[in-house]
T-cell receptor
């Protein structure tokens, strides 16, 4: 069955520091992968997605992610975080035609 | 409105009570999804509609859960005889027809069963 693992439940970084959030997936075929962000009391917002082609994808708010088939990973990165990036981040894989399977999420805290 | 709208935003129900959660998708969006997000967890798929047809209900946890979208627009998720384990945020999302497009999520309804 398809699954997504986000190994880090909570990460704290200083404002201006670089960020990498880990995501590992289990899927038999070429995966369609997504990163979503959820701020308190808000719905999920799509940051970026990978369907095929270039393995380095750019998203909104300065985020990027790299698909590595050999490692079954799709890690999210940002060169320099801002206080407004504090939120919960979810990695997801498309399972079936329309169903997303999400990871448990990583809560990001930003130190001033 | 411009986005997916869910109501109510918060619902407190006594155990055993029936509840109905409403989702207004983005106008013209064919596909509609319901997800359940327990505290500290990622969202979990409940059900999927294409227009008024419920094409996948594999994630509904029990027969107490029922979803409908009779006219292919607004959808209602109904939970009968609520239990404490039903406490969660219920998220609705909609997307366009073209393959799997970006799903736009609403802010969710937080259900607390006491």
């Amino acid at each position: 069955a398809q699954s997504v693992t986000q190994p880090d439940i909570h990460i704290t970084v200083s404002e201006g520091a670089s960020l990498e959030l880990r995501c590992n997936y289990s899927y038999g075929a070429t995966p369609y992968l997504f990163w979503y962000v959820q701020s308190p009391g808000q719905g999920l917002q799509l940051l970026l997605k990978y369907f095929s082609g270039d393995t380095l994808v750019q998203g909104i708010k300065g985020f990027e992610a790299e698909f590595k088939r050999s490692q079954s990973s799709f890690n999210l990165r940002k060169p320099s975080v801002h206080w407004s990036d504090a939120a919960e981040y979810f990695c997801a894989v498309l399972a079936g035609a329309q169903k997303l399977v999400f990871g448990q999420g990583t809560r990001l805290t930003i130190n001033p | 409105g411009a986005g997916v709208s869910q109501s109510p935003r918060y619902k407190v129900a006594k155990r055993g009570q029936d509840v109905a959660l409403r989702c207004d998708p983005i106008s013209g969006h064919v596909s509609l999804f319901w997800y359940q997000q327990a505290l500290g967890q990622g969202p979990e798929f409940l059900t999927y509609f294409q227009n008024e047809a419920q094409l996948d209900k594999s994630g509904l946890p029990s027969d107490r859960f029922f979803a409908e979208r009779p006219e292919g627009s607004v959808s209602t998720l109904k939970i009968q005889r609520t239990q404490q384990e039903d406490s969660a945020v219920y998220l609705c999302a909609s997307s366009t027809r073209t393959g799997f497009a970006e799903a736009f999520f609403g802010q969710g309804t937080r259900l607390t069963v006491v």
